[in-house]
């Protein structure tokens, strides 16, 4: 008998193989050097291989990790403080993320990374200044990282309205070199767990020049580019007064949409400039909550998908989504796109469930390594306890109902298990390599100082939310 690693039974396994969910019953997994390496009749694996580790995981059915493609964890200290607003970057976010700092925006990011592992995220696509921190953090919990520091040439002050941003070269270059720092220091770092990713932050923000500049570093480097695409009427704006056409238009024109990008968002894309994006071999990331409550607006993914995209799903940030739960985003993805083509069949369970597994890693690189489970493939994947109120009852016969379950029903704490490179990291409510108790405490220390901090500009913007709290609406 082949001694291996970890040998995994289960009466369900979803490997998201094919064109469906790839259904498996009757099989176990196999697993030796992080990787899968059979999976087959259960007796047949029984036979074969003794494990080191033997997962009994019946009354569980077994998904790859999700993904979750785009996030802001920094922000997860300002949590509940900006949505419901217009204007949500100046009125709702400005007055708090204005005084929050460095040791504060730390303590957010490992929130809001403990929140998405327990709802069963295995892959983290931050996308930060801190992400030397991120990356450290990651490596010590287990989980894979696909993270970018970001770029950023214009200036950062007020605006008048109308006025064109203005770009500080030198600034530019500070910041490139920070993300070409990071690269060097954590690119597959952590047994190859974590990835560089290089991230303008969008097309109204770096001159042409610094754009094509970091594209050639990361085509060099055979990495991606992550950066927010056409993402709202502002941008579009900006792009139109300084170049004298759209977004997607200008992008295309200068050589940018191709395979090494990860087009963020597209909120104020049409459908057509959808499909160019996706024609090109770019990928796109969707973040329905966070765009639906910061813009109310569904971005074109399904153009996208239609044109043969690959599109990844993300929770983008704590204050304007408000969390950071890939099941959550399933199913806004599918109810939101149900609701704008008045059409429930336009996004099943099956399709928003491949964007956070297989699709998802499609669209940001690595879906050569995870996003399904084969053989040669990493040993990322999740087990949903199949007891859980909201998970019951299964139907296994003549239909089964698992995969909607999961999507419409669940809220995350159905995940029991979670394994990434064949190590757990999660189980029965715990996160294994990290102190949970000492991170939750030391958030709680932050909102009264950062509250006593914002106050002033709080009220003199006087947004939505500080109407609320004066008209006892919060
Ligand atoms: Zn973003």
Redesign the pocket.
Known sequence: MKKIDMIVKSDHFYTMTGEGVGYKTGVAMAIDKGRIIAMENESEILGEYSAEEMLDLKGKAIFPGFIDA?M?TGYGIMRGLAQDTNFWMMYGLGPFNNVVTEEERNSGSKLAIIEAIKAGTTTLGD?EYNMDIVSSFIDKLGARGNLTQLIREAVERVYAPGEIYEFNPEKGEKSLQEALDLYDKWHNKADGRIKILFGPQGADFLSEELLLKIQRIAKERNTKIHM?TQQGDRETYQVVKRYGKRPVAYLKDIGYLDETLMA?HLTDANDEEAKVVARSGASMILCPGSIGIIDGIVPPSVAFQEAGGNVALGS?QAPGNNCHNIINEMKLAALFNKIKYQNPEIMPAYKALRMATIEGARAIGLGDDIGSLEVGKKADFIAIDLRKPSMLPIYTKPMRNMVPNLVYSARGDEVFLSVVDGKIIYRDGKILNIDEDEIINHVSRYPESIGERASKEFFEINGTNAIFMKEEKL
């Open positions: 785009h802001h996308y927010h963020v983008d």
